[in-house]
Nanobody, 114 residues
Framework: QVQLVESGGGLVQAGGSLRLSCAASTSTGTIYDMGWYRQAPGKQRELVAYKSIGGITKYGDFVNGRFTITRDNPKNTVYLRMNSLEPEDTAVYYC????????WGQGTQVTVSS
């Protein structure tokens, strides 16, 4: 069984930065993709970023160069560095990992104040 543990969310002022972490605490196979989705109240869930084990990277259209996703494969950990945060980035951020099936973290709240 795979367990994903997220950390790094919180409250930040507009223009500030946060670094989210997601560690797959248990894993018995290859994690092909790891990434992040987010969902704000009243809005659809949207892809933030993902990175494949081979290094293929994709960002949501809204990112506009502000975020960087990295992976530490030996640690089965994915990071999301978020800079220049805006109030529109306020959402619950969910980590996921594809290992035989898609696994989800509990979500971490990111709140950006004006």
């Amino acid at each position: 069984q795979v367990q994903l543990v997220e950390s790094g969310g919180g409250l930040v002022q507009a223009g500030g930065s946060l670094r989210l972490s997601c560690a797959a605490s248990t894993s018995t196979g290859t994690i092909y993709d790891m990434g992040w989705y987010r969902q704000a109240p009243g809005k659809q869930r949207e892809l933030v970023a993902y990175k494949s084990i081979g290094g293929i990277t994709k960002y949501g259209d809204f990112v506009n160069g502000r975020f960087t996703i990295t992976r530490d494969n030996p640690k089965n950990t994915v990071y999301l560095r978020m800079n220049s945060l805006e109030p529109e980035d306020t959402a619950v951020y969910y980590c996921y990992a594809d290992l035989f099936q898609r696994h989800w973290g509990q979500g971490t709240q990111v709140t950006v104040s004006s």
